[in-house]
T-cell receptor, first 113, second 115 residues
Framework: GEDVEQSLFLSVREGDSSVINCTYT??????LYWYKQEPGAGLQLLTY?????DMKQDQRLTVLLNKKDKHLSLRIADTQTGDSAIYFC?????????????FGQGTTLQVKP | GAGVSQSPRYKVTKRGQDVALRCDPI?????LYWYRQALGQGPEFLTY????????KSGLPNDRFSAERPEGSISTLTIQRTEQRDSAMYRC?????????????FGEGSWLTVV
């Protein structure tokens, strides 16, 4: 079945780059997403990438996709304390025609001042 | 509305009681989803609607869980005869349409605690 795996915890110093990694199993995934969850808040969509792309950049965020290895990463440049949160990787499950997302278990990013 | 709105934000109920969780999607969004998120886990799909039609309910854990969206807008997730294992965050989400590429926006969730 479909599965998404992430490392559970990452700690970086303010100003450094953060790289959060994710692996997925469904080779037919057409879109892959990164969501951010802050305490007491909803899931915020950060960015997404279409499977025919291998990189997408959006300000401080860079998404890299290695479709052959089914590996997705999110790089945050110049990480700030406000970036401390849980980051979820997600893929579209099934045929891609349902909008049903399969989420990883989340990576907690801790940013030390 | 401006975003996906859920109510109540927090609900404590006694085991065996029924609960109803409400979701008001972003205005004009055709597709509506329910997810459940346990502590320390990612959200897990429960069910989704396209307009008023429930297209997929494969994630509902058992027949105590049901959902409806009678007029294609507001949705209600109902849990009958609640059990402690039902305690979790229940998240609603909506999108313009189903399918890949349609960005899915989540509400802040409803925390359910069954005591």
């Amino acid at each position: 079945g479909e599965d998404v795996e992430q490392s559970l915890f990452l700690s970086v110093r303010e100003g450094d780059s953060s790289v959060i990694n994710c692996t997925y199993t469904d080779s037919s995934s057409t879109y892959l997403y990164w969501y951010k969850q802050e305490p007491g808040a909803g899931l915020q969509l950060l960015t997404y990438i279409f499977s025919n792309m291998d990189m997408k950049q959006d300000q401080r965020l860079t998404v890299l996709l290695n479709k052959k290895d089914k590996h997705l990463s999110l790089r945050i440049a110049d990480t700030q304390t406000g970036d401390s949160a849980i980051y979820f990787c997600a893929e579209i499950g099934g045929s891609g025609n349902t909008g049903k997302l399969i989420f990883g278990q989340g990576t907690t990013l801790q940013v030390k001042p | 509305g401006a975003g996906v709105s859920q109510s109540p934000r927090y609900k404590v109920t006694k085991r065996g009681q029924d609960v109803a969780l409400r979701c008001d999607p972003i205005s004009g969004h055709v597709s509506l989803y329910w997810y459940r998120q346990a502590l320390g886990q990612g959200p897990e799909f429960l069910t989704y609607f396209n307009y008023e039609a429930q297209q997929d309910k494969s994630g509902l854990p058992n027949d105590r869980f049901s959902a409806e969206r009678p007029e294609g807008s507001i949705s209600t997730l109902t849990i009958q005869r609640t059990e402690q294992r039902d305690s979790a965050m229940y998240r609603c989400a909506s999108s313009w349409d189903r399918g890949a590429g349609n960005t899915i926006y989540f509400g802040e969730g409803s925390w359910l605690t069954v005591v």
